[in-house]
């Protein structure tokens, strides 16, 4: 079994900051990919920021400038910084993670999202 958990949402003001934080625990042995997705009501998921094994970094170009992936000290963790977030920021923010488990098994895993709502 493979948990992923994010935490660190909330409602915030325009031009403010939120800091998500995503674990992956359990069976997974080898971590290749984390990602951080979100989905707005009514839009598809859009996927907005991947860290890969190799330190490599991707974002969204809505998002470029604002938001920066980064690897936590805690093994399997990665943080979200989201600076000057906007309106159009609010979401459920969802983490992925890819990799292989206990029996060498490339698997995708979600979380169940965390909600960020940007609003005055």
């Known amino acids: 079994q493979v948990q992923v958990v994010e935490s660190g949402g909330g409602l915030v003001q325009p031009g403010g900051s939120l800091r998500l934080s995503c674990l992956a625990s359990g069976s997974i042995v080898s971590v290749d990919v984390m990602n951080w997705y979100r989905q707005a009501p009514g839009i598809p998921r859009e996927l907005v920021a991947t860290?890969?094994?190799?330190?490599?970094?991707h974002y969204a170009d809505s998002v470029k400038g604002r938001f920066t992936i980064s690897r936590a000290n805690a093994k399997n963790t990665v943080l979200l910084q989201m600076n000057s977030l906007k309106p159009e920021d609010t979401a459920v923010y969802y983490c992925?993670?890819?990799?292989?488990?206990?029996?060498?098994?490339?698997?995708?895993?979600w979380g169940r999202g965390t909600q960020v709502t940007v609003s005055s």
């Open positions: 860290m890969a094994s190799d330190n490599t970094t």
């Open positions: 992925n993670c890819k990799g292989f488990d206990v029996a060498f098994n490339y698997r995708d895993y």
